[in-house]
């Protein structure tokens, strides 16, 4: 059984910073693709940063230049730094990974249970 489980959440005030981490367990033979997602209450949910086994990575515009990730292939786990943090940058924060089980087995897509990140004075 694949999980993700996502910590480093909490409350901050504005222009403070955040380090999100999100570690998958269980049987995986490759991890395709890890990202990071946000739901604000009311709002969909958004993209915030991707990352690819290879290193490449995808930020978006409302984020860039104040939030970097990062993963760690060998221990499964990816990082969001997150600096200079807005109160819009309130939301829940959820962990997304594309993984494989086997030697050229199906990609599969799995969700960590999200963890809440308040930006508050």
């Known amino acids: 059984q694949v999980q993700l489980v996502e910590s480093g959440g909490g409350l901050v005030q504005p222009g403070g910073s955040l380090r999100l981490s999100c570690a998958a367990s269980?049987?995986?033979?490759?991890?395709?693709?890890m990202d990071w997602y946000r739901q604000a209450p009311g709002k969909q949910r958004e993209l915030v940063a991707a990352?690819?086994?290879?290193?490449?990575?995808n930020y978006a515009d409302s984020v860039k230049g104040r939030i970097a990730i990062s993963r760690d292939n060998a221990k499964n786990t990816v990082f969001l730094q997150m600096s200079s943090l807005k109160p819009e940058d309130t939301a829940v924060y959820y962990c997304y990974a594309v993984l494989r089980l086997r030697v050229g087995g199906p990609a599969y897509a799995y969700w960590g249970q999200g963890t809440q990140v308040t930006v508050s004075s």
């Open positions: 269980g049987s995986i033979f490759s991890i395709d693709r």
């Open positions: 990352i690819t086994s290879g290193g490449n990575t």
